[in-house]
């Protein structure tokens, strides 16, 4: 399965590759919302995603994409210009391979995006000629390079539909904006879900409950997903957004950190 956001095809790579890893989990729905969506214009901003895993030795591998954004007017709404920078990752050299033939060829394309006023859509533009340059470009190292593990993504890839390619591609991208609050206070308590304010940053929270992954066997361990999303109520831009998955003992409730998406918008002096 490939997972939303191309953090999730590094994942892949990393499974084909030959790094055990727990089965990713879905992230649960966002309840996170700000009334006011204004991002700043014209003004480079820098967004990381960190995906780290657990590896063979017990400790977790890491892999970052680093964007380069954008944005600017576009009509009553925005246009976002999303360069991929860079990859970087810690995992061992054969596994940093793959991952770099396989996206390499997104790094230095520019994606746009149109963005609705208020945030509620967010459109990449040209989405087909994208991925027909960066699929042919990946199949081509992949074969330059004799790398099967890149291939084999860029087929995997190539035979989503034109929608789930769309969501592997913008998924990063639409984490920026946080979907609309549906259900009221009592019902976020009821469900893990915490909110605070201060300094200008609206905090949610959710724990959820522990849930054997769809597929394992009933003696699977429970994972449970933690999530967190800090967002600027003065841009209602999600400046960060951290997503952990925990394996769960049965008997005595310790829990083994198996996964972690980090999204953050950072600092020139923190890329």
Sequence with gaps: MIVAG???????????????????????????AV?????????????????????RDDSLLSFSLVYALEWRRAGR???????LDRIESDAR????????????PLVGEKMAYLVAPDGSSIDLVDADRLWERALARTAATGAAAGQGE??????????????????LATADIRALVPPPIDATPAEQAASGVSVTLAKGLQTIAKVGPPLVPAGAGADAPPVQVD???TVDTATGLVVREQKQSWIVERESGARTLVEERVRALVGPDES
């Design 150 to 167: 890149a291939q084999q993504v860029a087929a995997m890839i190539a035979a989503l539909p034109p929608a789930e390619r769309d969501r």
């Design 227 to 229: 999530m967190i999303w």
């Design 77 to 83: 709404g925005y246009e976002l210009d999303a360069t």
């Design 35 to 55: 009334s006011r969506f204004a991002p700043p214009l014209d003004r480079p901003m820098t967004y990381r995603v960190t995906t780290r895993r657990l590896g």
């Design 6 to 32: 191309l953090g999730g095809a590094a994942l892949l790579i990393a499974a084909l590759a030959g790094e055990p890893g727990a089965s990713v989990v879905p992230a649960p729905a966002s309840t996170a």
């Design 93 to 104: 050299p054969d596994v940093t391979r793959a991952l770099t033939a396989a996206l390499q």
